[in-house]
């Protein structure tokens, strides 16, 4: 594991978005999850159509008239600046994509003034739907140079074909693998299944230190471990021999308890790694996550007595932000 990591230290890349991570986590701390949720949302909308405009720019060289008031009405004053803009400034970037720096900071330039606007960028472009969305605007530029279309699609239809995209087509091979397995499932079962495995591990983070506490486990905890995962207590028990009781492996045996026990459909049918794919860039199981730090930082010396509510933590785990970040 050591090596591993010192291995991954040495190299630039992983380095890149190692910082990459911590700066867009530093600046999610700063507001709700679900306002970044709904942002990042509203950010890939936007994206979307910019990709729209740039494939047909990057196939026509300039942009049609028609395709002029569309802009105008999306995006007011954008076209009237951009012609008034230096010539040099406007000769080094296209169109296109002062098309994107103009929507940055005209629709989204209060996330940049508040200072998160990285945040909502870094988790925009690991989302599915930002990913087909880059993959048809490249896989149309590709297919309308060799073949220009007698009429473009309209934005609707293209977001209509970005959705039928193959959101791995850019990715590394371990990336593709695990999110391929998201076409064994309908969209809607796979997002219950998120929301149900970010439950899952919100207990675990709530249990957590009463877990890798030598201590006998207080009762709120025992209970409510046992109402959520029926049966995890008793395996905990006759596997105290293999693990040290009180440690690191306690707690993640509970996930992977969960795991087999809770989801073993998804693991049996081959798409339970697109459900870890997904939680995995989840802001609210990411602000879950920072909110369970914060407790082990709080109660390193001493555990809290009565133990908080199950619902109480998640509830201040939902609310939690660090206005001090």
Same mark, same amino acid.
């Given at each position: 594991?050591? &090596?591993?990591?010192?291995?991954?230290?040495?190299?630039?890349?992983?380095?890149? &978005?190692?910082?990459?991570?911590?700066?867009?986590?530093?600046?999610?701390?700063?507001?709700?999850?679900?306002?970044?949720?709904?942002?990042?949302?509203?950010?890939?909308?936007?994206?979307?159509?910019?990709?729209?405009?740039?494939?047909?720019?990057?196939?026509?060289?300039?942009?049609?008239?028609?395709?002029?008031?569309?802009?105008?009405?999306?995006?007011?004053?954008?076209?009237?600046?951009? &012609?008034?803009?230096?010539?040099?400034?406007?000769?080094?970037?296209?169109?296109?994509?002062?098309?994107?720096?103009?929507?940055?900071?005209?629709?989204?330039?209060?996330?940049?003034?508040?200072?998160?606007?990285?945040?909502?960028?870094?988790?925009?472009?690991?989302?599915?739907?930002?990913?087909?969305?880059?993959?048809?605007?490249?896989?149309?530029?590709?297919?309308?140079? &060799?073949?220009?279309?007698?009429?473009?699609?309209?934005?609707?239809?293209?977001?209509?074909?970005?959705?039928?995209?193959?959101?791995? #087509?850019?990715?590394?091979?371990?990336?593709?693998?695990?999110?391929?397995?998201?076409?064994?499932?309908?969209?809607?079962?796979? #997002?219950?299944?998120?929301?149900?495995?970010?439950?899952?591990?919100?207990?675990?983070?709530?249990?957590?230190?009463?877990?890798?506490?030598?201590?006998?486990?207080?009762?709120?905890?025992?209970?409510?471990?046992?109402?959520?995962?029926?049966?995890?207590?008793?395996?905990?028990?006759?596997?105290?021999?293999? #693990?040290?009781?009180?440690?690191?492996?306690?707690?993640?045996?509970?996930?992977?308890?969960?795991?087999?026990?809770?989801?073993?459909?998804?693991?049996?049918?081959?798409?339970?790694?697109?459900?870890?794919?997904?939680?995995?860039?989840?802001?609210?199981?990411?602000?879950?996550?920072?909110?369970?730090?914060?407790?082990?930082?709080?109660?390193?010396?001493?555990?809290?007595?009565?133990?908080?509510?199950?619902?109480?933590?998640?509830?201040?785990?939902?609310?939690?932000?660090?206005?001090?970040?």
């Amino acid at each position: 594991m050591k &090596k591993l990591k010192t291995q991954s230290l040495r190299n630039p890349t992983a380095q890149l &978005k190692r910082a990459a991570l911590v700066r867009a986590d530093d600046e999610a701390r700063r507001i709700p999850w679900q306002r970044l949720q709904e942002t990042r949302h509203q950010y890939i909308g936007w994206q979307e159509f910019q990709l729209w405009v740039r494939s047909i720019l990057e196939v026509e060289g300039s942009i049609p008239d028609w395709l002029i008031d569309i802009v105008k009405d999306r995006c007011p004053g954008f076209l009237e600046s951009d &012609k008034a803009s230096i010539p040099k400034a406007a000769n080094t970037r296209p169109l296109a994509l002062r098309l994107e720096d103009w929507i940055d900071e005209n629709i989204f330039g209060f996330a940049k003034q508040e200072g998160w606007f990285n945040a909502i960028t870094y988790y925009a472009m690991r989302d599915p739907r930002y990913q087909r969305a880059e993959v048809c605007w490249s896989e149309c530029v590709e297919s309308w140079k &060799k073949v220009k279309p007698i009429r473009y699609p309209s934005f609707e239809e293209w977001t209509a074909m970005a959705a039928q995209c193959d959101e791995t #087509a850019h990715l590394t091979a371990a990336e593709r693998n695990a999110r391929s397995s998201a076409n064994l499932v309908h969209p809607d079962r796979l #997002a219950d299944a998120v929301a149900r495995y970010m439950d899952y591990e919100a207990l675990a983070y709530w249990a957590r230190p009463a877990l890798e506490q030598r201590a006998d486990l207080p009762a709120e905890v025992a209970d409510e471990v046992e109402r959520r995962c029926p049966g995890y207590l008793d395996t905990r028990r006759t596997t105290r021999g293999k #693990a040290p009781i009180g440690s690191a492996q306690d707690w993640e045996s509970l996930m992977l308890w969960v795991g087999d026990h809770c989801f073993s459909n998804a693991q049996q049918e081959g798409w339970f790694d697109a459900i870890l794919v997904q939680v995995r860039n989840h802001p609210r199981a990411i602000r879950t996550m920072e909110y369970a730090d914060h407790c082990d930082e709080v109660w390193s010396s001493e555990r809290p007595s009565p133990y908080p509510s199950f619902e109480d933590w998640r509830r201040e785990a939902d609310s939690y932000f660090d206005l001090d970040n």
